[in-house]
């Protein structure tokens, strides 16, 4: 793993899981690319994509097929336009999705989990990556 790669995983451990707050979490290109991980988090280059399309101004294909992250689907819930979409998966998971520069930040939130811990962290991260981190 380079230094870059390695930044990004410790952006993943230590600042979103380890808080207990995000269930997984990941970090992709805009071109779909993986950067960072958590370890059982599969998301595909066409999701990346679709999320993408929604968080710039396309939200039709999200509410009418839900989120699908990896295998789980989740039924859309909003998204503000440029910056972030929100999904949920029955009455206590989520995923939550914002873009910051040239990356997509994931992250994941079940039983146990509020909400909005798990979105205002990850919401932090990304505006610490828009603010100071331009590496990608």
Not at 52 to 79: H, M, P, W
Not at 126 to 131: E, G, V
Request: aromatic share 6%; glycine share 10%; proline share 2%.
């Amino acid at each position: 793993m380079s230094q870059g790669q390695h930044k990004w995983q410790r952006y993943i451990d230590e600042v979103l899981i380890l808080t207990g707050q995000v269930s997984e979490a990941a970090i992709h290109g805009l071109d779909g690319t993986k950067i960072a991980s958590s370890p059982n988090l599969t998301v595909s280059k066409d999701q990346i994509h679709k999320l993408l399309a929604c968080i710039t101004g396309d939200e039709s294909c999200l509410q009418t097929n839900g989120i699908k992250i990896g295998d789980v689907s989740y039924v859309f819930l909003r998204s503000d336009p440029g910056r972030s979409v929100f999904g949920r998966l029955g009455t206590d998971a989520g995923v939550v999705v914002f873009m910051a520069n040239k990356v997509l930040l994931i992250g994941t939130f079940k039983a146990g989990i509020q909400p909005n811990n798990c979105a205002n962290l990850v919401e932090k991260l990304s505006d610490y990556i828009a603010k100071y981190d331009h590496s990608t």
